[in-house]
């Protein structure tokens, strides 16, 4: 395994395409990015497809510049039967330093579905929470 | 003046470049979707630039199939000196019948900004509250 | 029912992937946003699903700039036995004092479809005709 | 000079992102690619750039399917002081034969713009007419 | 027929969403459109469906700005049993003397495949190189 | 600091918009997915901005289906004076098992340039091999 469970990491150039007419990341991309890396993040602890439910609160702490390196970080910080909460944190990483800048917080609850995207219910998931998260 | 000050309605339809593996409106996508009627509610009620600073608590209540047509109406709930919370509810529209279907509903704090992206004061704002909400 | 059959309102804010390389709103871009609106005023008019089968004349009277609020109305001017004809104006929204200055104008010939995307004729079409444009 | 003057021929793949829900090109993308070549006309011709100031009737004579190769030429039909119109002519290229089949057909008003985007007058472009046209 | 076999061209307007932070030409929106072009100019040799195996050395010998006219040719430098080799040419256009500018060569392996997508044997191709090639 | 100097991982899904007419990751999509990763990875060297300047061989294994987790990986294989070399190595994700199955492998030669996008030289890049890679 590479990881911790539901823990990943997604890397993003901002683009014009990204921006909006002030020249920094749109707020609704940001949570597109946000979405995603809660989708993969989901995806990575249930070891199947999962489809968000519900967006927590999600703060945007600055604005985010043209050609920044975006890092998504996920982790999971609870985990139902079907359902779970993905943290995904946004850092603006200096291309100098690396240093890491946190620009976006939020959380977002996932819920596990089968192939035909309906929601199933979770055994092997209470398993794996008393494994790994306790 | 068209309606209430605020109160912006967006119709999309969700084409293929919408939709996830599973056919249906990517999470993501419905939040970018919700971010762009948060927006132009917030500058319709501020009648300025604004920008998100937070995104409240957002509720995906059913898969969306390609091809609907989607609804996003929005009202302004609160509004302080400089930010204000603008609610978006998304429905999908029946095509024979035109019912609206509650799907998506969200909050999203918004911040008025002068023209270089920069918050600014809401003098006016406070006016505006009084003439409209109370 | 909500308005008047075959009218629906659009409004957009001109992002940088909309724009070409002065910096405005690409006329091809404004065609795609003019044919969203025909699609559906048209699925509106219907009750069904529609394709397009003639753009009529389109005037661009003048250039729309990255940030903009563009409002796209549409009416249906006339409804024969399986085509209908959907214009579409769109306005520059002021930001400050939400006036309409009218930029694009044009109309666009629909055919109403069945599930398949096939022609299919209209016999309820015709009352609605009656019933709300004459 | 490569072929006579304004004549250009754009060719175009159609993939899912160009499709609407029946799994054929939307004619909105339909009208922004016969745009491009519109542009790519006008601007070939003028030797300069060239923004759209009106669009004449576009017919759409055959939905176009997913994974088609669509050909798009191009011809100036009349130049006036400062604007011309451009022919376009969209064509479905069979895979086997490479028979084309005509699906779109349009015309489209450019008038030719200084670097600013400023609509300029064009000295030159009567002799061009005069050269290639008549 | 229309030209040597496998041998197109593609033009495109370098716009805003194909741009990186630097306002020219994102590497990877050239590749993208490389691929395109190659996978046209695979598909008109063939006659047929194919998809890309291998891409060979592509050189980016200039920024491409926003704004260009870009086009790009293709042609076949080799055909085997089931692959063949398309090359690439990009050239930016000068907008006022329509001479072309090398900026981008590349060669792509494409093989071709059934209506699934899977390899096929190509009987028919040796005997279009005969024809064609030597 | 993170990791070894310019090995960064990418995470993406392969949605409709990415995908070709066969329903699998269009090849100019999967180019421009290695584009960026190559992109960031040459960032995280140089510790500064790079362009591309020339795409070695890629070799494509398998078709990568929608819905699929790409993971693109990339590290620091040659460093020069002014120039580096990406090697990048794109993985399908199994979603059960999460194994890595490669389907994409590629190098890139990144330039690296100033804030204006010229190529710039780099004193400390020589110094930055010497401590990491040697």
């Known amino acids: 395994m590479q990881g911790t469970r539901g823990s990943v990491r997604l890397i993003e150039v901002v683009f014009p395409e990204h921006t909006n007419h002030y020249g920094t990341l749109f707020g609704g991309q940001a949570l597109q990015l946000m979405s995603k890396a809660a989708f993969l993040g989901g995806r990575s602890f249930v070891r199947g497809d ?66 035909a995207g309906r929601p199933r219910r979770m055994a092997r998931l209470a398993e794996a929470i008393s494994e790994e998260i306790v």
């Open 50 to 115: 999962v489809v968000m439910a519900r967006c927590g609160e999600v703060l945007f702490h600055a604005p985010v510049r043209l050609g920044s390196t975006l890092v998504l970080d996920t982790h999971v910080s609870r985990a139902g039967r079907s359902s779970l909460t993905v943290c995904v944190r946004g850092c603006v990483q200096d291309v100098a330093t690396e240093a890491l800048a946190c620009v976006l917080e939020g959380e977002f609850e996932m819920v596990a579905v089968d192939a």
